[in-house]
């Protein structure tokens, strides 16, 4: 993801049925009085450790945040056994879970219940025990959480940094019902094994288009459109009534309807070391991504706030890598909009240009 970033409103809750699925809507204007009425004073712990907290915390939230904040903050110690699900580090991440919890990673089926959810991160903090993370923008809807994190491990001596966006679905004591994690699995191996993590999906792509754009190949949108000052207005709102034409714009690779609904926007992504704000360079990006992947997603959860959207898409994809096609494979999208003209995507590049035996290789050689 670039740099330029944050920012997170979410103020009351609406629901809607959009394609089949429930999805979650907030308007600062659903408060008696609008967003002047929403307290500031609550969960005062947990709005100390994050950049920015905004939306509807009940008590709830406030206890699932200050779990997931404790856990990022915690030492590993000496890392766990694979399966030591007494180790004080693991025992303090299963406490951020429901026992009858799914936990949704990237490219993966969903891992249920504690015993599972638990071997996993016994295998994550044994690869890298200096895992730490710290809250940057999240929205508290009621029974919704979008945690906005940094993270910050250490690999064969390199210290790899990026963000992520954990969707959470609360239940009893602000315990997690439904978890997805988006975040760029491509980062871990970039520079800790050179010549071996697969080509960059993006490599190339800058605020020109693409190479295949500058070496004349392409005739439309070949230069930067005049978008390139921040919009004089906030970004992106996002209304229940657009969900299904944005999530059909996924699905059907259409860039024209992404970018005519975010114009002036800059966008940051899996793959870009600053946002890219010309038309060219937004259009070329996508038209990347639509070229690889084959999308069939569903509306998650939506989060709208005064100034900042969230949007979730999951499904499957169907990636072409070359001659190969593979298909069914888990995948998902997180959408923000923030104040300043900020259209930031969350999503993992790595199943999209390796598949699962190559995947697994490459944490091995991690590992190793």
């Known amino acids: 993801m670039g740099t330029g970033r944050r920012g997170l409103v979410g103020i009351a809750m609406a629901a809607a049925l959009v394609a089949g699925a429930a999805v ?24 100390e450790k994050v950049e920015r907290l905004e939306g509807r915390v009940t008590p709830n939230a406030c206890a699932f945040m200050e779990r997931q904040i404790a856990f990022g903050e915690m030492p590993t110690g000496t890392p766990p056994a694979l ?31 504690r015993t599972t959810i638990g071997t996993s991160i016994t295998g994550s903090l044994s690869l890298a025990p200096g895992l730490t ?47 997805r994690r988006y975040y760029d699995r491509a980062v871990l191996f970039r520079d800790t094994l050179p010549g071996v993590a697969p080509a960059p999906l993006f490599a190339g792509i800058t605020d020109a288009g693409s190479p295949r754009d500058r070496n004349g190949e392409r005739t439309r949108d070949t230069a930067p459109s005049p978008d390139t000052a921040p919009p004089s207005r906030p ?84 990636a072409r890598d070359g001659a190969e096609t593979r298909t069914d494979i888990p995948f998902g999208i997180v959408e923000r909009f923030g104040p300043g003209g900020e259209w930031e995507l969350y999503f993992d590049t790595l199943p999209l240009v390796a598949d699962r035996a190559e995947i697994g290789a490459l944490f091995q050689q991690l590992a190793s």
Not at 83 to 105: C, K, M, N, Q, S
Not at 149 to 172: C, F, M, S
């Open 83 to 113: 399966g030591d699900l007494d180790h004080p580090r693991v025992r303090a991440y299963l406490d951020i879970f429901d026992p009858e919890a799914t936990l949704w990673e990237a490219g993966s089926a969903p891992q249920r219940g």
């Open 24 to 47: 979650t809507v907030t308007a600062a204007e659903a408060l008696p009085g609008g967003a002047a009425t929403a307290a500031r004073d609550d969960c005062p712990q947990a709005r």
């Open 133 to 179: 993370y710290r809250g940057t923008d999240v929205v508290a809807d009621g029974s919704t959480v979008m945690f906005g994190q940094w993270n910050e491990v250490t690999l064969k001596g390199r210290t790899v940094a990026y963000p992520q966006i954990a969707r959470n679905v609360l239940g009893d004591e602000g315990r997690t019902l439904q978890a």
């Open 235 to 318: 970004g992106f709102r996002a209304r229940a009534g657009e969900v299904p034409e944005r999530l059909a714009a996924w699905n059907a690779g259409d860039a024209d309807a992404l970018l005519a609904r975010t114009r002036g926007a800059r966008l940051s992504g899996p793959g870009l070391a600053a946002p890219l704000v010309s038309e060219a360079g937004k259009r070329a990006y996508l038209e990347r991504l639509f070229a690889t992947a084959d999308l069939r997603l569903k509306a998650g959860q939506v989060a709208v706030g005064e100034t900042t959207a969230y949007m979730e898409w999951h499904g499957t994809v169907t």
